[in-house]
């Protein structure tokens, strides 16, 4: 069975940092693109983040842009978003998703596999 | 940054009957777009993918169709656990972008 785990959410200060991590089991993590998804408190599905499956390539949202890095590693089939400078407006359900695979050799970067989400409150 | 606006934002309808939910995208993305379905309290589900492929397990009541600019999610008979939110998303370019969401809602 496909799993994803993410850890690492939590309250923190406005302009502190954090790390999330999402351990994934049940496929070839190697293989596979992946993706950060969030959700604010109410609110719709914002996309985040895209990471290839070799990990050299990544993308970004204009939002977090230059405040988060998303990485993995293959070998603990678990990828990571290290997130800086948080702000008010970062509070939200982090999702970590699984690829749905590749259409013509290229990652289609829809999302087939989710996990349940960590959250992240940021507030003084 | 292309923008997906769906519409409406609230669908309310009655088990057995027809739920039709549109996107628009702010420009063509070919047929680069899937829809997902969200439960409260549940992550999103894949249910279409590039417009029309229904994903793995995913009932045939739900359809797909479009290109270009404007899409739509069908579901042919509103079964009970099909009362949820759902959401457009394309791959076309960087950053993917999704829309609003539309609710359906008894």
């Known amino acids: 069975e496909v799993q994803l785990?993410?850890?690492?959410?939590?309250?923190?200060?406005?302009?502190?940092?954090?790390?999330?991590?999402?351990?994934?089991?049940g496929f070839t993590f190697s293989s596979f693109a992946m993706t950060w998804v969030r959700q604010a408190p109410g609110k719709g599905l914002e996309w985040l983040s895209a990471i290839s499956s070799s990990g050299d390539k990544t993308n970004y949202a204009d939002s977090v842009k230059g405040r988060f890095t998303v990485s993995?590693?293959?070998?603990?089939?678990?990828?990571?978003?290290?997130?800086?400078?948080?702000?008010?407006?970062?509070?939200?359900?982090?999702?970590?998703?699984?690829?749905?695979?590749?259409?013509?050799?290229?990652p289609y970067y829809y999302m087939d596999v989710w996990g349940k989400g960590t959250k992240v409150t940021v507030s003084s | 940054e292309i923008v997906l606006t769906q519409s409406p934002a609230t669908l309310s309808l009655s088990p057995g009957e027809r739920a039709t939910l549109s996107c628009r995208a702010s420009q063509s993305v070919s047929s680069y777009l899937a829809w997902y379905q969200q439960k409260p309290g549940q992550a999103p589900r894949l249910l279409i993918y590039d417009a029309s492929n229904r994903a793995t397990g995913i009932p045939?009541?739900?359809?797909?169709?479009?290109?270009?600019?404007?899409?739509?999610?069908?579901?042919?008979?509103?079964?009970?656990?099909?009362?949820?939110?759902?959401?457009?998303?394309?791959?076309?370019?960087?950053?993917?972008?999704?829309?609003g969401g539309t609710k359906v809602e008894i």
């Open chain 1, 72 to 106: 993995r590693d293959n070998s603990k089939n678990t990828m990571y978003m290290q997130m800086n400078s948080l702000r008010a407006e970062d509070t939200a359900v982090y999702y970590c998703a699984k690829d749905l695979g590749y259409s013509f050799g290229q």
């Open chain 2, 60 to 99: 045939a009541r739900f359809s797909g169709r479009g290109s270009g600019t404007d899409f739509t999610l069908t579901i042919s008979s509103l079964e009970p656990e099909d009362f949820a939110v759902y959401y457009c998303q394309h791959r076309i370019n960087w950053p993917r972008t999704f829309g």
């Open chain 1, 5 to 25: 785990l993410e850890s690492g959410g939590g309250l923190v200060q406005p302009g502190g940092s954090l790390r999330l991590s999402c351990a994934v089991s």
